[in-house]
């Protein structure tokens, strides 16, 4: 059995790092931090509990089960290398095969719509598909040499929709310039936890001045709208949940 003191130590550990004095529901936050067991078919689903698997009955059923899924992600992996470049993938940059497979299984997988160009769909809501969400959006950044606006707005988190995104892109490119490598700051400061929903792209720009020297103020308007631009109004594709988390890649 697991002790108390052990398991405090392990929420301590999983909310390292994040900020809790100005969130509404701190539980819930950290609810989303914690790791869902893994191993099963696809990075995110459990394996099956070894009570079951060792069923007579339901062990080869379930077992079965898993292999046809993994079966099944392995074919999307190789029809999406043997296929152009889907139209969510970075024009100016080849993924590597090993990421291209993992996002092309993910969205099979989380029925994310052909027509959604963020490239992992909409935020998984919990648990181990949130984590492995963030760590190939992380794959991607990082594979990324440089973020342009319409990239940014590809992360998703509001970015696709908030005006402060083309002053980001200018500060990144200033950056870029100087030898930054904006793509793994932009991962470091998405490692820290989701963008809030009002104004994202601010809050984007202040992570990443923390972990840039030199840096300009953190209450600079670098990334604020133009004043003649029309204010955010949410249409109702904006209030749509997110993809589903679970399910076998479809064929």
Not at 15 to 29: S, T
Not at 59 to 74: D, M, S
Not at 137 to 151: G, K, M
Request: with cysteine; proline share 12%; aromatic share 4%.
């Amino acid at each position: 059995m697991v002790s108390t003191a052990s398991l405090l130590e392990k929420l301590c550990e999983v909310a390292a790092g994040h900020r809790f004095d100005d969130i509404a529901d701190p539980a819930a936050l950290l609810a989303t931090l914690i790791p869902d067991p893994t191993g099963g078919p696809l990075p995110w689903l459990p394996r099956i509990p070894a009570s079951i698997a060792d069923d007579a009955r339901w062990g080869p059923y379930l077992t079965a089960r898993a292999q046809h899924v993994t079966n099944l992600a392995n074919q999307v992996r190789l029809d999406t290398l043997q296929a152009p470049p889907p139209s969510w993938a970075p024009s100016d940059t080849a993924l590597p095969d090993r990421l291209l497979g993992d996002v092309a299984v993910w969205r099979a997988a989380t029925d994310v719509a052909p027509e959604d160009r963020h490239p992992t769909g909409g935020r998984a809501q919990a648990g181990a598909a949130r984590h492995y969400q963030d760590q190939l959006d992380r794959d991607l950044l990082t594979a990324t040499p440089s973020l342009d606006i319409a990239q940014l707005r590809a992360l998703g988190q509001g970015l696709d929709h908030d005006p402060g995104v083309p002053g980001l892109a200018r500060h990144l490119a200033l950056l870029e310039d100087s030898g930054t490598p904006t793509w793994a700051l932009v991962a470091r400061a998405l490692a820290e936890g989701p963008l809030p929903a009002e104004r994202p792209a601010a809050a984007l720009y202040w992570r990443i001045n923390q972990h840039t020297p030199n840096a300009a103020p953190a209450g600079t308007n670098a990334v604020e709208p133009r004043t003649d631009q029309p204010p955010f109004r949410p249409r109702p594709e904006h209030l749509r949940g997110p993809s589903r988390a679970t399910g076998s890649p479809r064929r």
